[in-house]
Every structure is written in C-alpha cells, then in structure tokens.
T-cell receptor
Framework: GNSVTQMEGPVTLSEEAFLTINCTYTATGYPSLFWYVQYPGEGLQLLLKATKADDKGSNKGFEATYRKETTSFHLEKGSVQVSDSAVYFCALSDQGGSYIPTFGRGTSLIVHP | SAVISQKPSRDICQRGTSLTIQCQVDSQVTMMFWYRQQPGQSLTLIATANQGSEATYESGFVIDKFPISRPNLTFSTLTVSNMSPEDSSIYLC??????????????FGPGTRLTVL
C-alpha cells in the first residue's frame, strides 16, 4: 500500500536559517505529491503540490521537487521566518485510485527570532 | 479552490452527550471527508460522506458512533455520539473535486476542537 515517511520533529531553527524537511514515499503507480501546513489552532492548508516526476511545486518561498528516482519530495526554504512556525504534512494521492490522500505524521517547525 | 466553514469551531462537552459538527462548502464538490486529529498526531480518516447514501467508514469507525449526513453537494454533518474523553480531538472536514479544480487536491476546513470532560 501507499505510505509517507517524514523526518521526526520538532525542527528548531533561528530566523533566516535554511530549512529542509525530508519526505519519502512508497506508492504504486504515479502519485501526486503535496505539502500541507497547519498553523497553530487552524486546519490544514495546501502549501504546494507536484503531479509528475521532476515537477517543482513552490509557494511562499517554499519549494519541493518530485524525485521519482529517490521517491522523495523534500520541502525547502532558503530563509525561514518566525511566522513559518507550524506543522508540515507531506501527503500523496494515488491518481488512479480514490484520491483519498495518504498523510505523513507531520513535522513541527519552530522558528526563533 | 473551495472555501470550507465548520461549526462550531470548538466545544466543551460532557461525557455521554452527543455533538453535531456542520461543514459547509462554497461550491459543489465531488467528495467530502471527515478526519480526526488527536493531539500531536497526524490525520486519521473517519469516513467518506456520500451524497444521498450512507457514508463509507474506515476501519475502526462505525456509523452508530459517528453518524454522517450529506444531503447535497455542499453540506455535511458529523455527529460524535455518546462521547467519552477519548473523543477529545480536532475534527476536520475536507473536500476534493471542485467545479474548476483538479480532482486530486484536497482542501480542509478550519476544524472543530472538541474537549470531552
């Protein structure tokens, strides 16, 4: 079956540091890949997505590249801000199936001033 | 993208009572789902809300405990019945398949934070 593995958190960084949150997946076929963000006290928001190999999703300074050869979709940002503090979820959706995503466990990011 | 609202946003309930959570979408959508997110955990899918028919429940969730309605393509309710403290969670409504969006992008409501005493 499908699965998503994210790095354990929390990830603690100083403002303006470089961020990487690792995500690897297992899937049959060619899934779409997503990053969602959950700010404190809120629901999940779609941050970015990629639907095929070598696609790069980007939004709000975050980006992730769909790497089929390494089955990865790592999230990166060059300079984090305190306002980026949130929980980040990697997810995949089987395009040939029911479209119900498989979520990773989430990675908490804490950015200090 | 779809705009989703949920009511109530939070509630504190007594053991043994029931709470109904409403989910309203600003456009017609193909699929609606209910998730539970326990403190510090990832999302667990409870069920798929099917328009005009019984919901499809995931393993470990049953209709008697979590009855769901979906009378049309923009609205659904989830009831948490006979609550216990273990039901304390955030309950999230989500949708896939808006009129002008790809069918594999899922959008979430703001969640309902439930505390059972």
């Amino acid at each position: 079956g499908n699965s998503v593995t994210q790095m354990e958190g929390p990830v603690t960084l100083s403002e303006e540091a470089f961020l990487t949150i690792n995500c690897t997946y297992t899937a049959t076929g060619y899934p779409s890949l997503f990053w969602y963000v959950q700010y404190p006290g809120e629901g999940l928001q779609l941050l970015l997505k990629a639907t095929k190999a070598d696609d790069k999703g980007s939004n709000k300074g975050f980006e992730a590249t769909y790497r089929k050869e390494t089955t990865s979709f790592h999230l990166e940002k060059g300079s984090v801000q305190v306002s980026d503090s949130a929980v980040y979820f990697c997810a995949l959706s089987d395009q040939g199936g029911s479209y119900i995503p498989t979520f990773g466990r989430g990675t908490s990011l804490i950015v200090h001033p | 993208s779809a705009v989703i609202s949920q009511k109530p946003s939070r509630d504190i309930c007594q053991r043994g009572t029931s709470l109904t959570i409403q989910c309203q979408v600003d456009s017609q959508v193909t699929m609606m789902f209910w998730y539970r997110q326990q403190p510090g955990q990832s999302l667990t899918l409870i069920a798929t809300a099917n328009q005009g028919s019984e919901a499809t429940y995931e393993s470990g969730f049953v209709i008697d405990k979590f009855p769901i309605s979906r009378p049309n393509l923009t609205f659904s309710t989830l009831t948490v019945s006979n609550m216990s403290p273990e039901d304390s969670s955030i309950y999230l409504c989500s949708v896939v398949g808006g009129v002008s969006d790809s069918t594999d992008t899922q959008y979430f409501g703001p969640g309902t934070r439930l505390t059972v005493l």
